[in-house]
């Protein structure tokens, strides 16, 4: 296939920012939550994501392709944290194991965000949510979120925010237990972040090596963070801010690329 760059998208969010970091900047008069890139055809089931906050996002909760009902899509998602300011912070399970009736109590009266546990967030940190998770995004953050192609989200509670809230459905497919060490890394642990059931995530410093060529011998995401990446037959090239699709990563030339990240689909 032809390597090329996918389209953005620029959605507005009551969380979102109106001053964003270079090199995206807000249309005057928006509030810029998430920047996406349109899924291609060639890979449908990975979506790709920045999202930049300055209010507290609602808690919420996705169903698995097992839970999702006719109409739903099963959503399992990961964040890397690019930016934070001191005190940021992510809210990702329950503090302690909580039972049906208390987290809909609490989502009724907005003692949940008491009931959840809030994450100390700094740059380099990755957080993998599976379905299920109960979670909520603080203020003060830049992220790269990687997600299974859906947008099924349940509120549970939103600030007193006048849109809807979905308590039966979250109910029906939250998990009221502690956040799991085990989803949680950093980029000091090595390349590959994610290799998970729906997808991959590797963030490779300059050219890919050999076994990163071998785990991506097929349609691929690029994801650049700093420097450049080009197809090498000159069809397409993305720079920070951008994302390409390729057919392979040996069709790539990494040259120039200083930050990268490569995700393709389980």
Do not use: N
């Amino acid at each position: 296939m032809i390597a090329r760059r996918l389209r953005t998208k620029m959605v507005e969010k009551v969380w979102g920012r109106d001053t964003l970091p270079a090199p995206f900047v807000a249309p005057g008069g928006t509030r810029i939550g998430e920047i996406w890139f349109e899924p291609p055809p060639e890979v449908p089931q990975v979506l790709v994501k920045y999202l930049f906050t300055s209010e507290k996002l609602s808690v919420q909760v996705h169903p698995s392709d097992a839970t999702a009902l006719a109409g739903e899509a099963g959503k399992e998602e990961c964040w890397l944290v690019l930016d934070a300011e001191p005190d940021a912070r992510l809210a990702i399970g329950f503090t302690r194991d909580v039972a049906p009736a208390e987290i809909a109590a609490a989502a009724q009266d907005g003692s949940i965000e008491e009931l959840l546990e809030w994450h100390p967030a700094h740059p380099g940190d990755l957080f993998y949510l599976p379905a299920g998770t109960v979670h909520a995004i603080g203020p003060g953050l830049a992220l790269v979120e990687v997600q299974q192609t859906s947008e099924t989200t349940f509120r549970l509670y939103d600030y007193g925010r006048p849109r809807e809230l979905h308590l039966e459905r979250a109910l029906a497919v939250a998990c009221g237990g502690v956040y799991g060490p085990e989803h949680r890394r950093s980029i000091a642990d090595g390349q590959v972040l994610v290799d998970g059931p729906h997808f991959r995530l590797d963030r490779v410093e300059g050219a890919p090596d050999a076994a990163t060529l071998a785990a991506y011998p097929g349609v691929l995401l690029v994801l650049p963070l700093e420097g450049e990446v080009a197809a090498r037959d000159g069809s397409a090239a993305a720079g920070a801010g951008e994302c390409l699709v390729a057919g392979g990563l040996e069709s790539l030339d990494f040259s120039a690329a200083k930050v990268t990240l490569l995700t393709r689909a389980a």
